[in-house]
């Protein structure tokens, strides 16, 4: 949700004032209800004597910082964004001194550095308060770090007594996360030891758990060496602990621990798999079978008390299976399954194992407590007037909603969700106009499974499988220059192949954009431009659309990626068959034909009180003829057409007033209004810019300022650049807004700007004042004043756009 202001209205020296206040006030700190002449720890420090590169230095700080004791952690709100308050802050104890360097020098040997040692030292400061408050003793505590050179990774092995368990630690060694010359972490030990779990359970060893196997760990010190060896061994094993005094390594051994229980090791089936699926929630015996009857289907029992789901229904979302082996993550994913469903708000599994019969054999209760059938709520978020409804994605939203939702939470005995939401919403460029406004009707009825016309053989290896049908209705007003009708209904279909990656589907995708009223200027300005003409028009999409999001990791832990591609085409299939059906008269005369793809790729490098993230988006989309629709410059319908600028896109613009190029055409554009005015018609500039093809790259650098009562304050650097142009265009006035690869450098357009946040958890509140660095608008052969390629032009630089968002820009 934004709101972008006029510039001309907002004066850089403001926020660069109030900037520096929040900056200066922060180093500012009151000590109150302070114990007299007692000493109380006011400050920390924490300095490494080794050799460290600045981003091992700053994650090893920060997580030393978190094992000091909280008696001796200085604790300070702020207030009123204007001053650090300590308040009755404890009396120093070096005990808990002591307690933190054993915290910390633990920490450190578990991080690599065997060698390391931390010692601490503290005194009463100097500070500038001492003549007005001589009472008040303010100490400051240094941890001093030595730690060393760190530990690598030698060698892994695995040694198991039990052959079949040795057999599948060694099959899955290529995937250990234990890797030759990595640093050692007892961290990642414990996710090893997890790993191997996994795998041994998911191979039948139901009673497996993490104390049966262990890492031991082999360093080789020259003071362990046996004097009395063997003398060309010992100058061997001598010269080995002195390479390895330069480049410390660590030998891992993982190995079974001795059990007496042999049942331990067997491999187990599942038994009998008994489903309580409507378990009233004050039960004082869960799964208790009294008053009820079994119900045989198939493989599985199901004890129902009020009937609420279909059998076929719930056994469908069961993928423990009597008579297979047991595998935990059919177990988990069963979980995942029922859990993921609004019916229900409990879901247990428990389990019982039998090691009498010939084959061990585990069974299995499902006990589950049913959620409210009804829900209804209010909900205030960004809206998307125009662009992003009837898009899974969206480059971002404008405005404020109001949204009011029914759910039905179980249709049909399926847990089938019937959503009802009526959603109302306006978009704004200052605190005082209204641009446009909406209101529409969705309702949306949710399958907790795939809804295909063909069956999906592997659907149960998909995450979270769901489909929907979907009918929604909307009435948008932009004022003064048209209205639209929308009616969209779509069949969509969402999933994951796996953890990290999400598809989603709508297929078909069928809409009808209804344009009209417009205003008298208005309507003659797309008679004139056959550009525009196309694009604010009647028009029906019959097609498909999806989205593929991938999240992955870099080498680096602190670093991670999305990506998301997505794509749509309306009327390529349809028009193409019955291409007769789109001539005026016929049924299809309005039908949209149109390709759309797009590219967004992020990268996020955290740091313990900082982050930069860089993003990259391209899109592009072109328009086909029709029967109907003969024109050369035929384009996409403008909802689905690109924007930049505002709070998410080109922060040095308001929203939709970039591009296209360098093209001075809407700067210039007037529309005429005939008016009850004495004058008579007023002149008016349509500037809402869309286009066919989009290029931008963000760079931010986000970082902690200061906490306020326990929520922070944070700031940002930032540059955007990008541009949209148009695909083509036999307009001459437009020529400057077509893409060309010779006039990429004149076009691209270059933000830059300073933003406040704040970080409430649950939600974030973002101020951002952006400065249009370089205007393309002046780069243009024909533009007005052309200067420097439209770098750092006056009039731009004292007159920033002020953006005011919720959430992340990206």
Known sequence: MFMSVSPTKIHSSLFTFFFFILLLASSCTVVKKYKPYKPFVFENEIAFDGKMNGDEKNDLRSKLEGQIEDSVKPQFKSVLFVRHVMTAPAVFDSSYVKQSLANMNNLLHNNGYYRGNITANWKVTDTVIVKNKPDQYRMKVTYDVDQGKIFRIDSISYSFNDTALQRLAEENAGNSL?????????????????????????????????????????????????????????????????????????????????????????????????????????????????????????????????????????????????GDLYRVSNYNQTLLNFNRIEAWQNVNINSRPDTDSIVPTVDFYLRMVPAKKYFFSIDFEGSSILSAQNQIYSPGNKGLAINFQLKNRNVAREALQLQNVLHTGVEFTDFSKILSSEIGLSNKLIFPHLLTPFRVKKEKSFLNAKSYVTLDGSYVDRYNYYKINTINAYLGNEFQTNANSTWQVRFPNIEFTRIYDYGTGFYQLIQDYPLLRYSYNDGLIIGINGTYTRRFNASNPRNFNILRLYGEESGMLLGGLLSSLTAPGEPLEKLYRFIKVSADYRHYFTKPKSMWAFRFFAGYGTGFKTKSNTDDDITMPFFRQFFAGGPNSMRGWRLRKLGPGSSIFYDTLRIRTYTTDPAGVVEKRFDDRYADIQIEGNIEYRFDIFPVYGYWLKGALFSDIGNVWARKSSDPELRYGVFAFDRIYRDIAVAGGAGLRLDFKFFLLRFDLGWRLKDPLYASDEAINPSSDGWFIRSNMRTPSFQFGIGYPF
Do not use: C, H, W
Request: charged residues 30%.
């Open 178 to 322: 234990l890797k030759k010359s990595d640093p050692f972490n007892r961290g990642l030990i414990d996710e090893e030891l997890n790993r191997l779990i996994d795998i041994f359970r998911n191979n039948g060893y139901y009673r497996i758990n993490r104390e049966m196997i262990k890492a031991e760990l082999d360093t080789v010190d020259i003071s362990l060496i046996d004097p009395s060896a063997d003398p060309f061994e010992l100058i061997r094993l001598q010269l080995e602990a002195q390479k390895r005094l330069q480049t410390p390594t660590i030998s891992i051994k993982v190995v079974e621990v001795p059990v007496r229980d042999s049942t331990i090791t067997l491999q187990y089936r599942i038994g009998r798999v008994s489903i309580f699926p409507d378990e009233p929630a004050e039960l004082l015996t869960p799964g208790s079978r009294q008053g009820l009857q079994p119900l045989k289907y198939g493989d599985y029992t199901i004890y129902s008390r009020y009937n609420l789901f279909k059998p076929s229904f719930l056994v469908r979302k069961v993928q423990l299976k009597p």
